[in-house]
């Protein structure tokens, strides 16, 4: 059975920092690119980063690009997300998700590209 288990949600103040973390289990982690994706209250679930299989190449939307970093142990079949500099407007639910190969480049920003996801958990950045 496939899951994908986030953890290290809560609440923090704006400029606080977070550490999100991703438990895998049910398939081979080690071939799939992770990615994380949130969605703020009333909005659509948006990209915000990615790691490929090994590890090699991450990606990161403009809009974390220097504040967040994504990460992945693969003996521990789990990726992470830190999370820096937090804003109030980063309010959301974080969501991984798992590719269904070993890809990379672009496509990675896709949601459609990914066939496994979590269930989320909240992220809230007090002003």
């Known amino acids: 059975q496939v899951q994908l288990v986030e953890s290290g949600g809560g609440l923090v103040q704006a400029g606080g920092s977070l550490r999100l973390s991703c438990a895998a289990s049910g398939f081979t982690f080690s071939s799939r690119s992770m990615g994380w994706f949130r969605q703020a209250p009333g909005k659509e679930r948006e990209f915000v980063s990615a790691?490929?299989?090994?590890?090699?190449?991450?990606y990161y939307s403009d809009s974390v690009k220097g504040r967040f970093s994504i990460s992945r142990d693969n003996a521990k079949n789990t990726v992470y997300l830190q999370m820096n500099s937090l804003k109030p407007e980063e309010t959301a639910v974080y969501y991984c998700a798992a590719t269904p190969g070993p890809t990379a480049g672009p496509i990675l920003q896709r949601q459609s590209h990914y066939n496994y996801w979590g269930q989320g958990t909240q992220v809230t950045v007090s002003s």
């Open positions: 790691i490929n299989w090994n590890g090699v190449s991450t």
